[in-house]
């Protein structure tokens, strides 16, 4: 029988009634459910179990002193945000028990599945005690782990990985007593940039490397450029195509050297190279894994064995584009893989309907959000794509309106949008739901135009960026009005291709600053100078964010003019992405 009893990290031990003997069942119980895993989806799969069904026994299982914690606030608490740990673990396996009446067990590893048996082998890691545990239905949410890289030096003292609250304290408390006046981050996805703002707020000096071509490697590079752009206006150093070959200094690091030979002095490091799914212990026992490396499952959450199921961020999702498995562990993704995993062991017919891999995250004065397929994706799965930047003020300007950059991906053949980026100051996450919500049922386009936003200067502008994301699409998929990206131009400029480039902006804008070999012919002046242009030759149109360039090429098509393209974006865009 279970020995251990329900513990909190950080209290004593709390009496609680046997969870019964193995393979028996207490008065009255229909079915014994053990659940291992106490974060997000075991959680969640344990409170959906128990609403369902009243009778059965529930009993959770995990390794660490925290369960039901907000691993996503993790970087603010170590930041000048959150104050103490219990904003973030609101919950101990007393208020299980009370609110569900579900036995959790924490400090408590699960070493052995044995499906034939249905008997499990756990250990407790306070008494070192070893026992067994028989089960009806078992949910794996064992959650995932850092990938930890092969460093020289990696596992010195002050190199840190952020995983679970442990971690966090052991970070914050490096930050609040050894005043470290530099930081280096490997890694700029969600978890090493919201470090990298959190770092700062605390006065360290904070350096970021990342092996791919540009931060955020999830988003595309034109996209991308702004994040790193803002890191540098706030004073993080940015390196990018290097790699950390080792961390030099006894006993801690005191220097990271890099592939490059570049030297930086750090009195701590904070690995967030990623995460992979925590699968050891299902592998062990025969349970199949998908081709992103997590458990492999389907809509019901079920594993290849009878009553093993799987959730959370130790389970494969797909997408709801490709249809594809997909691995993106997140918080929400679990909490819904686990509620419907806790539906399904007790009767429920709730299912799975796959992910878009929506993400969002803040940076300093910076939301960035994602969902769907980036154009690289887009184009890596056979889509023939068209692409919009558009430039606009989350709300009218005269109402403190701050300017998004919103880049959309839609298939040209149907019309259909594939995925959404948007970098800005507010109101993205307004907009990127808006998006999420569209491409979940198909929208296309020209729908967007359609929609019935709410409106009122405090809020919006009298054509929402959505909606006018949804026009420039259409312009270009329906009606003519064909977009040419920076990346796009460049590449022709490069190849020595015949194009003429018009700045449709006042002159003093084009002598501040233009597209190498534009010339300046301002949108009113158009139509005086259609004689001197080549109605055959590729032209290309802009302004500075795209309007007025639209509103050029407009009248160059209605002349007659065969293949006339507006700049993505405009000057704003390609002066952050056209310049090599």
């Not at 046997?18 to 008065?27: D, E, I, L, Q, T």
């Not at 981050?185 to 000096?205: D, H, K, Q, Y």
């Not at 949804?470 to 194009?499: C, F, S």
């Amino acid at each position: 029988m279970v020995t251990g009893v329900p513990w909190s990290a950080g209290s004593s031990k709390i009496k609680m009634p046997s969870v019964g003997k193995p393979g028996g069942f207490m008065r009255g119980v229909i079915m014994k459910i053990i659940i291992i895993g106490g974060v997000a989806a075991g959680t969640s799969a344990a409170a959906k179990a128990r609403r369902n069904n009243e009778n059965a026994q529930i009993t959770l299982f995990d390794a660490d002193s925290d369960v039901s914690y907000s691993g996503c606030g993790l970087p603010y608490f170590i930041g000048t945000e959150v104050e103490g740990r219990e904003q973030l673990v609101p919950r101990d396996a007393a208020f299980f028990k009370q609110k569900y009446n579900v036995d959790v067990y924490t400090r408590h590893q699960v070493l052995e599945i044995q499906p034939q048996s249905k008997v499990l082998t756990v250990q407790n890691l306070v008494t070192q005690e070893i026992f067994q545990e028989r089960y009806d239905k078992l949910v794996v949410a064992t959650g995932a782990k850092s990938v930890v890289p092969a460093i020289e030096g990696g596992n010195k003292p002050n190199v840190f990985y952020l995983r679970n609250v442990i971690n966090a304290e052991r970070i914050r408390e490096q930050v609040l007593t050894a005043n470290p006046k530099s930081a280096v981050i490997v890694g700029s996805g969600f978890i090493g940039l919201e470090m990298a703002e959190n770092l700062t707020a605390r006065g360290i000096a904070v350096s970021v490397v990342e092996m791919a071509g540009h931060v955020m490697p999830a988003l595309d590079q034109d996209m991308a450029v702004y994040i790193a752009d803002h890191l540098v206006e706030k004073g993080v150093q940015v390196i990018v195509n290097d790699s950390v070959i080792r961390l030099e200094g006894e006993p801690s690091v005191s220097k990271v050297i890099l592939k490059s030979g570049k030297e930086i002095d750090a009195d701590f490091v904070i690995m967030a190279v990623g995460v992979r799914p925590n699968v050891e212990l299902t592998q062990k026992a025969g349970i199949k894994l998908g081709p992103t490396g997590a458990i492999k499952v389907n809509r019901k959450m079920q594993t290849n064995i009878d009553d093993i199921y799987a959730c959370g961020d130790c389970a494969e999702s797909y997408s709801l584009m490709t249809g594809k498995p997909l691995y993106r562990p997140l918080g929400s993704t679990a909490n819904k893989m686990g509620r419907i995993t806790g539906d399904q062991i007790t009767g429920g017919d709730l299912e799975f309907r796959g992910i878009l891999g929506t993400g969002i995250f803040k940076m300093f004065d910076m939301v960035v959000g994602q969902t769907g397929l980036t154009e690289k994706e887009a184009k890596k799965e056979g889509y023939e794509v068209v692409v919009c930047h558009n430039i606009k003020p989350d709300k009218p300007e005269y109402y403190h309106g701050s300017e998004m950059v919103i880049k959309a991906v839609a298939d040209k053949n149907t019309g259909k949008i594939l995925g959404v980026q948007i970098v800005g100051r507010s109101g993205v996450d307004k907009r990127i739901d808006v998006f999420v919500t569209a491409i979940t049922f198909g929208a296309k386009a020209e729908d967007l135009f359609h929609l019935d936003l709410a409106y009122a200067p405090p809020f919006s502008t009298t054509k929402d960026p959505v909606m006018y994301t949804g026009m420039i699409l259409d312009n270009a998929i329906r009606r003519g009005r064909g977009l040419m990206t920076p990346a796009e131009l460049q590449e022709k400029i490069k190849n020595g291709e015949e194009v003429k480039i018009i700045d449709a902006r006042v002159t003093k804008q084009y002598e501040k600053a233009h597209v190498e070999g534009a010339v300046n012919i301002p949108q009113e002046n158009i139509r005086k100078a259609l004689d001197s242009l080549d109605k055959e030759m590729v032209t290309v149109t802009y302004c500075n964010k795209g309007v007025t360039g639209n509103a050029a090429q407009n009248i160059l098509i209605n002349h007659d003019f065969k293949k006339v393209y507006n700049l993505s974006g405009g000057y704003k865009n390609y002066s952050k992405n056209g310049k090599k």
